[in-house]
């Protein structure tokens, strides 16, 4: 059965029949700002711990379903990573849930992270908003859950999660991180397939980067991107002689049949060295292609959806104040470690265990 099928599939035969503030949270880890002639775009600013670390768990595809017994590991998958890891920041890429009751579903897999207190951002997946809400109105449920710090969307920006969070040490900002939308399905003229990240998106983030810029006396401020579905250059890498893969790749990348240019946009601007995904369940790994890093996220949910990279899990990016980098990792359930991995642009391969794919 084709990938498109089973999800289809699965989503009917699954679906259900039936803290503190966040004013709170976002004032003792992170706080709102604006930055310099970017006043209609606010930037949610953390900080690192005291010993210099700060963590982000991410979170994909979870696919959780109220009520659904098939979801229950998804749960206990999303207690033991939050638990285990204790993280400063957790981003969720998408595919948050798979089933009415849709409102329910998102906030019962999201109440864990506001029960620890814990900020996190979300950026839609595709089937987000394939049940009885909308797009935005799945949206402002995630935003209303305590905790949740993704901001209102924008007129004249496409989608709704797309968000700026930075990383400042007493110095200013050393990291810079990107949530897209890159929305659901397309249907151009009868030929229907994944969405993409747009052209006004891009423009929303070339003013942020060249803003980061200029604020850093011209120096590119080191950036990563996150959203759910692979952009074509993960197939382009894929298939190249010239990758450096670590982790497992079960399945082919299932980007949109469009590239709008996003990472060429990257490139120019010179700041994102890293791409961070999901969408794709069979996927867990880090490659290596030209100058930029390519990763998927570890399977978080359960047996709503296929899978069959083993235990779902996490991927956790850590982060040390004043170093070039950072360290990712992914904790599978049952808190096994692998693809323990210390990552800067400038490395010619990665190092650590290669896993068959």
Known sequence: MERRDFLKVAALSGAAIAVPGIDAVAGRRGSVRQESGMEDKPVTDFKFRPDGKFKILQFTDTHYVSGDRRSERAMANVLQMLDVEKPDLVIHTGDIIFGNPAEKSAREILQPIADRGIPFAVTLGNHDSDFELSRAEIYDVIRSV????????????????????????????????????????????????????????????REHSEAFTKSNGGSPIPSMAFFHIAVREFTDGIRSDSRDIVGTSCENPCPSNYNSGLVANFKEMGDVEAVVCGHDHDNDYVMKYGDMFYIFGRFSGCDTVYNNVGPSGARIFEFTEGEEGFRTYIRKYGSDLEQ???????MSHLSGEKKKF
Request: no cysteine.
């Open 340 to 346: 323990d991995l210390s990552l800067h642009r400038g």
């Open 146 to 205: 305590p905790g949740n710090i993704n901001t209102p969307a924008r007129d004249g920006l496409y989608g709704f999660s797309n968000d700026v969070i930075t990383l400042s040490s007493a110095k200013g900002v050393e990291r810079v991180f990107y949530l897209f939308d890159s929305g659901s399905y397309i249907d151009y003229r009868g030929e229907k397939g994944y969405d993409y990240i747009r052209h006004s998106q891009i423009g929303w983030y």
